[in-house]
T-cell receptor, first 113, second 111 residues
């Protein structure tokens, strides 16, 4: 069964600090991995997408890494801002009819001043 | 205006009632999806449609039905709502296997 596990479930960081979120997956055959940001009361918004051959992808202060061998990904937030408070969801796509997506449960990040 | 809109944004209903959630998009995408989100769980796919004549069940379709009225419209129905269908419902669209764009969600409470 395809699964995506994220850790931690939640974390609190001080404004200006860095943090790293983890994602482990068992989706096969692998197509791509996306990180989404979901603000409270809103739908998820795509931050990054990585295919099998990509090790790292950045979007501003967000940097995602992918190790396809160990089936792990991380999302690093640099110099956090209050607006980074949100849930971050790891989503893995399988090479199958319709490129089915498997969603992780998300990591809820709270940035405090 | 938002590219993907959902109505209503919030709904409280009683067990046994029929409910319809509507989704409209202006992105011109062929593919549309309905998901539900429960606290601590990942989004789960209810139904998806690759074009007006194509409807497919997702992993949790029992108790739900859908209608693709046009390329831009995809509605989700709960024929007889039950309390464990209380959740946040999201509509999404995509161009083929590209990134999915989500609506703002509908918070449904079934008493």
């Amino acid at each position: 069964k395809n699964q995506v596990e994220q850790s931690p479930q939640s974390l609190i960081i001080l404004e200006g600090k860095n943090c790293t979120l983890q994602c482990n997956y068992t989706v096969s055959p692998f197509s791509n991995l996306r990180w989404y940001k979901q603000d409270t009361g809103r739908g998820p918004v795509s931050l990054t997408i990585m295919t099998f051959s990509e090790n790292t992808k950045s979007n501003g202060r967000y940097t995602a890494t992918l190790d396809a061998d160990t089936k792990q990904s991380s999302l690093h937030i640099t110099a956090s801002q209050l607006s980074d408070s949100a849930s971050y969801i790891c989503v893995v796509s399988a090479l199958a009819a319709g490129n089915k997506l498997t969603f992780g449960g998300g990591t809820r990040v709270l940035v405090k001043p | 205006d938002a590219d993907v809109t959902q109505t209503p944004r919030n709904r409280i209903t009683k067990t046994g009632k029929r409910i319809m959630l509507e989704c409209s998009q202006t992105k011109g995408h062929d593919r549309m999806y309905w998901y539900r989100q429960d606290p601590g769980l990942g989004l789960r796919l209810i139904y998806y449609s690759f074009d007006v004549k194509d409807i497919n069940k997702g992993e949790i379709s029992d108790g739900y039905s859908v209608s693709r009225q046009a390329q831009a419209k995809f509605s989700l129905s709960l024929e007889s709502a039950i309390p464990n269908q209380t959740a946040l419902y999201f509509c999404a669209t995509s161009a083929r296997a590209d990134t999915q764009y989500f609506g703002p969600g509908t918070r449904l409470t079934v008493l």
